[in-house]
C-alpha cells in the first residue's frame, strides 16, 4: 500500500475531476443537440456509433477514476454547486461583456466614428436589455420552482 499526502490527493482529485469535465464536455458537443446555436464553434461530424461509444467510453473511465480515487482512500466530495446558480452567474457575466461592448470600452481597440460609436450603444444596450428579460424570467422561474428532485448520482 502506497500513501499519499494531502496534496498529492488534492491533485489526483482535481486532475481526475479535470478529465472528467474535460471529456464530458467534449463528449457533449458531439450530441446533435448541443450544436443548434448559430454561433456555434463546431460541427455536428459524429455518427450516433461515435457518440454512442464515447458516451460509453467516458463511462467506463468515470469507473476507472472513481475506483482509483476510492483505492486512494480520496473521498468523492458529493456535487455542491447549484446548477441554477451556476447558470445565473453566467447570465451576469453576460449582461457584464454585453455591457462592455458600448462605444466608450470599444474605443479602446481603435478609433469609432460617431456612426459606430451609437451603432455599438444601441447593440449593447439591445443585448444588456435581452440578458435582462431572460434573468427576469429564470428568475421569476427559479422562485415557482426553486430546485428538482436530484439527480440519483447525485447523492451520497
Known amino acids: 500500500m502506497f500513501e499519499l499526502n494531502e496534496n498529492h490527493q488534492r491533485k489526483l482529485l482535481t486532475t481526475c475531476q479535470y478529465i472528467d469535465g474535460l471529456l464530458t464536455e467534449s463528449a457533449w458537443r458531439m450530441m446533435p443537440d448541443s450544436q443548434v446555436s448559430p454561433l456555434r464553434t463546431y460541427t455536428t461530424d459524429a455518427t450516433p456509433e461515435q457518440i454512442r461509444i464515447a458516451q460509453q467510453q467516458l463511462g467506463l473511465l468515470r469507473k476507472t477514476m472513481a ?8 473521498v468523492i466530495p458529493a456535487p455542491q454547486i447549484s446548477t441554477l446558480w451556476a447558470f445565473r452567474t453566467s447570465l451576469m457575466e453576460a449582461g457584464e461583456v454585453a455591457f462592455d461592448l458600448q462605444a466608450r470600452f470599444m474605443s479602446s481597440y481603435g478609433t469609432l466614428t460617431p456612426e459606430a460609436r451609437q451603432r455599438l450603444n444601441e447593440i449593447s444596450a439591445r443585448l444588456v436589455q ?3 428579460c431572460f ?3 429564470f428568475d421569476n422561474l427559479t422562485k415557482e420552482n426553486p430546485r428538482a428532485p436530484q439527480h440519483e448520482s447525485e447523492t451520497p
Open 67 to 74: 475506483d482509483i480515487l476510492r483505492e486512494s482512500d480520496i
Open 135 to 137: 434573468t427576469l424570467v
Open 130 to 132: 435581452q440578458i435582462e
